[in-house]
């Protein structure tokens, strides 16, 4: 199925989430918290964050502290959540997998 630009619907957003562990649905937003050992860990997974978002163009918003980073998925430009947002989120779980 080709990712679209499209916002989804509520039953395709909840069959997309259970695909991702973690990951809750906040309005229209996905997120989730990472939970580090340090700040060096931290900033390291956000570097990642941004080598991933260049590639693919589209950019979470993420709150950094010490130990923890929230990364918050959303389309702004298509008023909710589409395929690239759960694109995007697949990739930084695959990543922090490795």
Known sequence: MAMTDKALDDRRIE????GLEGWVRQKEEIVKVYSFKDYYQTMAFVNAIAWISHRENHHPDL?????RCVVHYSTHSAGGLTDKDFHCAAKIEKMVGL
């Open 15 to 18: 069959e997309k989430l259970r």
């Open 63 to 67: 709150e950094v502290g010490y130990n």
